[in-house]
C-alpha cells in the first residue's frame, strides 16, 4: 500500500510517504508556518522522487490537530481536495497521538502527557499509557494553562513523561515538575502516522479538531470587550 501522511499542526509542515512494504520517508518541508507555500510542493516532490503520481496513493492520512487554526486548515483541505482527486482512502489521526506514538517508539512508558503549543499562553493536552506493546489515550484532548498542567503533575506525585513543541514553549512550568521526563519532540512525527492510520476507518471527509475559536475571532471577541475562549 502506498501512504501518505500531511502533518501540520504545528509551527512545522511535514510529510512521510510508504511505498509498498519500505519503511517511512520523511521530509520537513518548514518549520516557519509556511504550510500554504510549501506543503503541495513538497508532497509533489517526494512522490517525484519515489517515481510516484497522486493517483497512486491507496491512502492519505492527515494529522487533524488539535494545533494552530491555520496550519489545520491548510493540511486538511489538501488532504481532502487530494483524497477527493484521486480517488483513495482518506483518514484522520490526531497530533497527540503521534507525540504519544513517537515518544513509545523511543522507549517512554509509563504515563505520558502530549503538549502542543496552543498560543495564547495555552497548551493542547492529552495523556497516554504507554506499555510495551500498545499506546493507550486515558483522557480527552483538551486545552489547559501549562501552570495548572505542571501543578497537577506536581501535585499528583507519579512519574510522568512530557512531550511536545508545548515542553519546549513552556519549560519554566513544565520542566519543573519534580518527577517528569522529557521526550523533545518538536514536530508530531509523520512516520508514526502510517502504522497509526492503518488502525482507522476510512473516512469521506476530515474535519480539523480545533478545541477553541482561531486567534483571530479570540483578538476581536476581546476589542470587543468580551473574555475569549
Do not use: K
Amino acid at each position: 500500500m502506498n501512504v501518505l501522511v500531511i502533518e501540520t499542526a504545528t509551527r512545522a509542515c511535514a510529510v512521510a510517504l510508504v511505498v509498498g512494504d519500505a519503511d517511512p520517508v520523511t521530509a520537513l518541508l518548514d518549520e516557519d508556518r509556511r504550510h500554504t507555500e510549501v506543503l503541495v510542493e513538497g508532497v509533489g516532490a517526494l512522490l517525484t522522487t519515489a517515481g510516484l503520481r497522486a493517483r497512486d496513493l491507496d491512502r492519505v492520512v492527515v494529522d487533524q490537530g488539535p494545533g494552530l487554526f491555520t496550519g489545520l486548515r491548510v493540511g486538511v483541505a489538501t488532504a481532502n481536495a487530494l483524497a477527493q482527486a484521486v480517488g483513495c482512502q482518506l483518514v484522520a489521526v490526531s497530533s497527540l497521538e503521534l507525540l504519544a506514538r513517537g515518544a513509545h517508539a523511543r522507549g517512554a512508558r509509563g504515563t505520558l502527557v502530549s503538549c502542543v503549543d496552543a498560543r495564547r499562553g495555552e497548551v493542547f493536552v492529552q495523556t497516554f499509557t504507554l506499555a510495551d506493546d500498545a499506546v493507550t489515550a486515558i483522557t480527552a484532548p483538551t486545552v489547559a494553562r501549562p501552570r495548572a498542567v505542571a501543578i497537577e503533575w506536581a501535585t499528583n506525585g507519579a512519574p510522568v513523561t512530557f512531550t511536545g513543541d508545548g515542553v519546549a514553549r513552556y519549560a519554566e512550568d513544565l520542566g519543573a515538575v519534580p518527577q517528569a521526563a522529557i521526550v523533545e519532540q518538536r514536530v508530531p512525527p509523520p512516520a508514526q502516522g502510517v502504522a497509526l492510520g492503518a488502525t482507522r476507518e476510512p473516512v469521506d471527509v476530515v474535519h480539523p479538531l480545533y478545541l477553541r475559536d482561531a486567534d483571530a475571532v479570540a483578538n476581536f471577541t476581546t476589542r470587543d470587550g468580551a473574555t475569549p475562549r
